[in-house]
């Protein structure tokens, strides 16, 4: 049995749901599965489209007023792509070389914030200390006095890195908000490729072929001809041989 897999696109995902009520119960529960994916097992068309073409098929699709020459293994393959499944998914977005650049100069503008905020709280309380020398205060007070001074500092320095910080945060988070937009943007037009966009891989597309086209068609172990015949139908023509028209 092959494992070869083919898109699900919405023509053939509309052409296969109405028959989930009315095909064999074996096959009804393998198409059931497929609607419910991206893909399909090409083994399963072939199995609905040797179904659609038996005595119960037929008479199951006139009831339903369906078309028996849309379920043929022509029809059915029109329009997909063959190994949805094996397209690469997106690549992750990365940060940007100035974005890397930026974020180590930030790094370094706060590290150096930091040690200049440490240098300011311990000059403020030299300073008052030294400064209070004169006035005839104990040692306790210009302690206290020197304690005071450097925690104002520190509170100073503080509210200012705090305000640094949170402006870098924000430009992070715009940043990466940005990426994620991206990595969206990408992932729905992978699902897309996977759903069977043909514009997305326009050498898998078959497409559908008006009266008096024809097309080889690779089957397997052998090549067929495909001619478009008059009343919507495909006319198969077997290697060898050649139609009535020729």
Do not use: C
């Not at 038996?54 to 043929?72: A, M, V, W």
């Not at 709280?121 to 008052?128: L, N, P």
Request: neutral net charge; proline residues 7%; charged residues 30%.
């Amino acid at each position: 049995m092959s494992s070869l897999k083919i898109s699900l696109p919405p023509h053939l995902r509309e052409a296969l749901e109405p028959l989930t009520d009315v095909l064999p119960p074996e096959l009804r529960a393998i198409v059931i599965e497929a609607l419910n994916s991206t893909e399909i097992k090409y083994d399963t068309l072939a199995d609905v489209s040797k179904w659609a073409f038996t005595e119960d098929g037929e008479n199951s699709l006139k009831k339903k007023s369906l078309n028996q020459r849309d379920y043929d293994r022509v029809s059915l393959l029109a329009g997909t792509i063959t190994g949805p499944s094996k397209l690469l998914p997106p690549l992750e977005p990365k940060p940007e070389p100035w974005e890397i650049a930026q974020d180590e100069k930030n790094t370094r503008r706060a590290i150096a914030a930091l040690v200049n905020g440490l240098f300011s709280v311990v000059g403020i309380g030299v300073a008052v200390w030294w400064a209070s020398k004169t006035t005839g205060w104990t040692d306790e007070t210009r302690i206290g006095l020197s304690i005071l001074g450097g925690l104002v500092t520190a509170i100073a320095e503080g509210g200012l890195f705090a305000i640094y910080y949170n402006r870098r945060e924000q430009a992070k988070d715009y940043r990466a908000k940005r990426r994620d937009k991206e990595k969206k943007r990408l992932e729905a037009r992978h699902l897309k490729r996977l759903q069977g966009d043909i514009t997305a891989a326009p050498e898998s597309y078959i497409p559908p072929m008006s009266n008096g086209d024809s097309k080889e068609v690779d089957s397997g172990p052998i090549r067929r001809r495909v001619v478009a015949v008059d009343g919507g139908g495909d006319e198969l023509v077997a290697p060898g041989k050649r139609g009535d028209d020729e």
